[in-house]
């Protein structure tokens, strides 16, 4: 018994460069260094992995499907660390229908797509494709092929299964043919059907009991009719299953098995004395084998069967005849064989492979990232708000004491010096600069500003565009145009670009805040910055009356003010220290991950926060509380030095002047602070723009990529399709019209019906007085006469006036009435008995036609009786005519 079974076919994939956009990420997301440089060689390394996986033929080894495995187990390895969609980490696969080899005109049937679970579905369904090519490949004669066979048909079976219960959710669309779930559903039954084929196999050498090795074949012979009318009434298997032997092989497999399973369940009926059960299933198992022998032999060789069959029942018969004499049962009364199935659907787990090796073992998934990314902003946050309420605190302390012209006032009891203060703040001015750096500063500003702006209008110009062209291809093609609209797939994109647009215009709005300050200001810093004499000279001179030098609020003055430095310092040190606070979440969010299957974040970044940072914000507000109470000290401590002091015009307006020269300290450090700030901001806005634009630059190139191969695809479609209904052959009359003569140059139309009281001849005559006619040879006689081509010749029968033979006939002219054919559709002739009425055709050319029957061409009739010939009618014979004047009777 020869053994037949079916093998899949593998899908075929364009290539792909995995590596750029996977190295592109990694530089995006990862900082630089030795791991940022890990990654990348592992980028490379999938590629090399990707070509030699489905980049080249496979051989039916072991080692072939060994590379697919390790494929998809990288492929499900890192789906959850790179963002995979079309918005994001866009990476485009095509693979063809790998039952839909295409035609002259147009390629194979296929499909690209923007995700990496179409790839994942793909490579499995060549797993199982290759797995049904190593497994029909097995030697079946030993014990270790039948083996190795039944591990790889289940292998396929469940591959098969798994791509039945996936492949819909891991697409945005329908798939093609070869994955969709009613053609692997099917392919994952037969598999299964023949694997449980192989056990039966497997169990007849072994020479197991018949009653086992009979259920084993019954269930097989279940397995493939069930595969059998999934073929059947499915409709949108491919024709794979249809024309490539699958479907008689299914059914002929059916037979076969279940022969075999009648086969052995006789024996098991022989050997409990059931001989007429036995004589009737084996007349059963022949029926069956002399219909796979008739309907399908060229697929299915039953011949070794059919004769262990037919002896055995011959040998049955004998002896029964001679010896039991038992009844032999009806088919329907027999006892239904049992089922034993030993087979089952492998399961997919991954890793698939036991050699399987994450080449991107120490990234962390996409989750754990996202996780990340947020904690780190809620941290960024936190340290944010501590360092602004601090550098607050500081600024208001700085105000507290510009208004009450501390630490000024009480190192100017002489009123005649620039105190030492003011002397240190102008000499701090001066060393940053003065004015020059915050003109400077200032200029930089719009620049940044124009430059950012300038690549956000770029990178949002790309995806206007490309929106436009899928716009209009989607109007023209409508719905065949099936891919993701551009206005829905650049949605998130938009948004972080008004994100970003929002930013840049707020950060314009601060940058007019800073310059009004800085009109506000500028005079005063410019004296700031002049040298002391100048300086002194612009202060004025204030009258002293009494030396307070070393009296008990001027010491407890400078003890306060000393404490408020401290105080100062110590929210410096407090602020470097929350910067340089590190804690790696990603070993909690990896536990997390692993405990829950998710990540509960806000729970898990404010827990973490709490106990990193608590301890820092209770000193900062220890800290704040210690300024509030030194400054109601210094306050009040003022005010009793302030009564100590002699008031008057000159006094007061040098006081003025040294608080507007502390003031202008203060307002120059914090100007240069927030355009340095700005400075940078834009520097590093100007980063996350060019991200922002490398992004959307790489998805249009993909959408163009996508597009392009979708264009070529619908192009072939359309070559494929017929532009217009089916041509039907012409008769075999206007290809004989065409041997004897010119052929029309436009299409005859086809010759009316006409209904007539007796049959015609299917020969073409001429008519003549005479009523006889001559008969045309022609090839292929036709069922009615054809419409004669203008400038043929053809034989006429002689009228009354010619002789025997038949007359020449001059060539009609080459064109009549400007059209060179005739411009009527010609019919059948009429018959012509008398009284016939005659037919009214559209005008004709002046050329004779003979089948042209009118009011002024109709054939010679005898008149009716009493109705004598209409003589005044009578038309002068033209020039070069050939046929003689016919009379003709008024209608």
Not at 555 to 584: G, H, I, P, Y
Not at 677 to 687: A, D, H, L, R, S
């Amino acid at each position: 018994m020869a053994t037949t079974f079916v093998s899949v076919p593998l899908k075929k994939s364009s290539e792909v460069d995995v590596a750029k956009p996977l190295s592109k990420f990694i530089h995006a997301t990862y900082p630089s260094g030795d791991t940022q440089a890990e990654y990348v060689r592992a980028a490379e390394e999938l590629n090399k992995l990707r070509k030699s996986a489905v980049g080249r033929p496979l051989d039916k080894h072991e080692s072939s499907l060994e590379i697919l495995l390790r494929y998809y187990d990288q492929l499900c390895a890192i789906e959850p660390k790179f963002p995979f969609s079309e918005n994001q980490l866009c990476l485009t696969f095509t693979w063809k229908d790998a039952f839909d080899k295409g035609s002259l005109f147009g390629g194979s049937v296929k499909l690209a797509l923007a995700s990496l679970g179409y790839e994942k579905s793909c490579v499995l369904f060549n797993i199982g494709a290759l797995a049904s090519q190593i497994a029909a490949e097995q030697n079946l004669e030993n014990d270790e092929g039948l083996k190795a066979a039944a591990k790889y048909y289940q292998l396929a079976s469940g591959v098969f299964q798994h791509i039945k219960d996936t492949v819909l959710s891991a697409l945005n669309r329908e798939p093609t043919m070869d994955i969709s779930p009613d053609t692997v559903g099917t392919l994952s039954l037969i598999m299964l059907a023949q694997a449980q084929e192989v056990f039966f196999l497997k169990a007849a050498a072994d020479k197991m009991k018949d009653a086992i090795i009979a259920k084993l074949a019954n269930q097989a012979a279940d397995y493939y009719g069930d595969a059998f009318k999934q073929c059947q009434y499915k409709e949108n298997l491919p024709k794979y299953f249809y024309f490539q032997e699958v479907l008689p092989v299914l059914a002929a497999k059916h037979c076969m098995m279940q022969a075999n399973a009648e086969y052995h369940q006789s024996i098991l009926a022989k050997q409990q004395k059931k001989f007429g059960e036995e004589i009737a299933r084996l007349q059963h198992a022949s029926d069956l084998v002399k219909t796979v022998a008739s309907r399908y032999d060229e697929y299915i060789n039953v011949k070794d069967l059919s004769d262990k069959i037919s002896r055995a029942l011959t040998a049955a018969k004998k002896d029964n005849d001679f010896i039991y004499h038992d009844r032999v049962p009806d088919l329907k009364d027999l006892e239904t064989i049992g089922k034993a199935t030993l087979v089952k659907p492998t399961p997919i787990n991954v890793p698939m492979s036991q050699k399987f090796t994450d080449l991107f073992a120490k990234m962390v998934p996409l989750a754990v990232q996202q996780a990340l990314s947020i904690y780190n902003q809620r941290r960024a946050d936190l340290v944010n708000r501590l360092i602004a309420q601090m550098r607050e605190s500081t600024n208001l302390a700085n105000g507290v004491l510009a208004s009450l012209n501390l630490p000024a006032a009480i190192e100017d009891i002489s009123g005649d010096s620039v105190p030492q203060s003011i002397l240190e703040k102008s000499k701090s001015v001066i060393q940053q600069g003065g004015l020059q750096t915050i003109d400077q500063l200032i200029r930089e500003l719009p620049e940044l500003l124009q430059r950012n702006r300038e690549i956000l209008d770029e990178a949002l110009r790309i995806l206007d565009q490309e929106e436009v062209t899928d716009n209009e291809l989607k109007a023209k093609f409508k719905e065949r145009w099936q891919r993701t609209p551009s206005t829905d797939l650049y949605k998130p994109l938009r948004t972080e670009g008004a994100n970003f647009r929002t930013t840049l215009d707020q950060a314009v709005q601060a940058d007019k805040v800073v310059q009004e300050r800085y009109a506000a200001h500028s005079e005063v810093i410019a004296l700031l910055c002049k040298p002391e004499a100048e300086l002194n000279a612009a202060i004025p001179s204030g009258n002293h009356t009494k030396s307070l030098q070393g009296s008990e609020v001027v010491m407890l003055l400078k003890t306060l003010l000393a404490s408020l430095n401290e105080v100062k310092k110590e929210r410096e040190n407090f602020e470097n220290d929350v910067k340089s606070v590190q804690f790696d979440m990603s070993s909690k969010f990896l536990t997390a991950l692993a405990q829950d299957g998710a990540i509960n974040e806000e729970a898990i970044s404010v827990t973490e926060l709490d106990r990193i940072y608590g301890s820092h914000t209770q000193r900062v507000q220890q800290n704040l509380k210690k300024q509030e109470e030194l400054l109601a000290n210094i306050q009040t401590a003022h005010e009793e030095f302030s009564k100590s002091t002699q008031s008057n015009t000159d006094a007061n307006q040098r006081e003025e002047i040294l608080k507007k020269l502390a003031a202008a300290h203060d307002q120059f450090v914090e100007l240069v602070g927030n355009l340095r700030e700005g400075t940078k901001f834009y520097n590093g806005f100007t980063e996350f723009l060019l991200k922002f634009q490398t992004k959307c630059s790489d998805i249009v190139f993909a959408r163009k990529t996508e597009r392009d191969e979708l264009l070529k695809d619908l192009q072939q479609s359309i070559a494929r399709e017929p532009s217009a209904p089916s041509i039907p052959a012409a008769p075999a009359y206007q290809t004989a019209a065409a041997i004897g003569g010119a052929t029309p140059a436009v299409p005859t139309p086809a010759p009316r019906t006409v209904f007539q009281s007796k049959p015609q001849t299917p020969e073409r005559t001429a008519p003549s007085s005479s009523g006889c006619c001559e008969q045309q040879p022609k090839p292929q006689p036709p069922a009615r006469p054809p419409p004669p081509a203008v400038g043929s010749t053809f034989p006429v029968a002689p009228g009354p006036a010619a002789t025997s033979a038949p007359a020449p006939i001059a060539a009609a002219p080459a064109s009549v009435g400007g059209t060179g054919v005739l411009s009527h559709a010609q019919g059948p002739p009429y018959p012509s008995y008398q009284g016939y009425p005659g037919y009214y055709p559209m005008p004709m050319p002046m050329a004779y036609n003979q089948y042209a029957y009118g009011q002024y061409n109709m054939p010679y009739m005898y008149p009716p009786p009493g109705q004598p010939p209409f003589q005044s009618a009578q038309q002068p014979q033209q020039p070069g005519y050939p046929y003689p004047q016919q009379q003709y009777y008024q209608q």
